[in-house]
């Protein structure tokens, strides 16, 4: 996909991508437009066999401020019908993230508003800035964090969600580790060098098994027992022992060498 506006999609050579927001002179604010670009760009990597994670990322000073200014205009003159189509498209755009197949990344400096919350939540695993600003910030403009309600009740449990949803309060990147949306937090000159060192533990990893282990943990959910999922999970692992790279993976373990998805 080279006709994105409002996005960027590179691949590396070491068999991975990194999405960004790429409307830095807009604090990289959702419109229509982006939100399209953005599930497109998720479809493609879905597609991608040979991708083994994906980092999400906004350039310049933001992750994201959240909903851009002329777009929140014009949803304000449509009816309701129209509304519903459009909250339809962030909602696809949320769970096809959620749902990739691969292990998803995302790394947050600045600000991370409103419906980049959600985008945060979607993925595996989030990193930022310890300056980082995030905020449910919907109902400060009569609105309500909906459509990404689910995805930060999930990645911050349901007392902290209702505290920051109805308060609107922002709070910075060290409470959102303590929250849990992101796993650690660094200081801004340390955040590129951080990225290097996921990037790194993450290549270390089977690409096969890394994806299905985020199948089974989306299976395994809250982790409710039940005599289907004990199933499912005596599948599961039966199905990765006979599987390439997982011959591989107990061959080179035995063998005391590294597997070859390491020889890159």
Known sequence: MNDFHTIQLETDPRGFA???LNRPEKNNAFNAQMIRELTAAIKTCGEDPSLRFLLLRGRGKHFSAGADLAWMQESAHLNFHANLEDSQRLGEL???LQQLRVPTLAVVQGAAYGGAVGLIACCDMAIGTESARVCLSEVRVGLIPAVISPFVVHAIGRRAARRYALSAEAFDGARARELGLFAECYGED???AAVEHWIGQWMLNSPQAMAACKDL?????HGALSPALRRHTESAIARIRISDEGQEGLKAFLEKRKPNWQSH
């Open 190 to 192: 340390g955040l590129d």
């Open 217 to 221: 943990l989306n299976e395994v959910g």
């Open 18 to 20: 990194t999405l960004w």
């Open 94 to 96: 949320m769970y096809s």
